[in-house]
Nanobody, 115 residues
């Protein structure tokens, strides 16, 4: 299995940018997809962006055109570049890695956007 550690969250003014990083360790060659999810207070966790090993990328309607997911395979890191942030983007962002036999989550990183 893998272990995931997120970083890069913080406090930013609306219109600003942040880049989240997810560092994977362990059996990283088994990963078939990595996704970023977020959870706002009182809300359920929602998918933000997903990167599959076949190259397929998808985004939620709420972030398409503003966020970009990418991978640095040499460093086993996955990134979420977030531009033109809005207050409704506030929440805890989680990295998620999936394989045929596991579904792992990181501990999350807080993103707070103020107007």
């Amino acid at each position: 299995q893998v272990q995931l550690v997120e970083s890069g969250g913080g406090l930013v003014q609306a219109g600003g940018s942040l880049r989240l990083s997810c560092s994977a360790s362990g059996s990283t060659s088994s990963i078939s997809a990595v996704a970023w999810h977020r959870q706002a207070p009182g809300d359920s966790r929602e998918l933000v962006a997903q990167f599959r090993n076949d190259g397929h990328i998808e985004y939620s309607d709420a972030v398409r055109g503003r966020f970009a997911i990418s991978r640095n395979s040499a460093r086993n890191r996955y990134y979420l570049q977030m531009n033109n942030l809005k207050p409704e983007d506030t929440g805890v962002y989680y990295c998620n890695a999936r394989a045929s036999y596991y579904n792992k989550w990181g501990q999350g990183t807080q993103v707070t956007v103020y107007s």
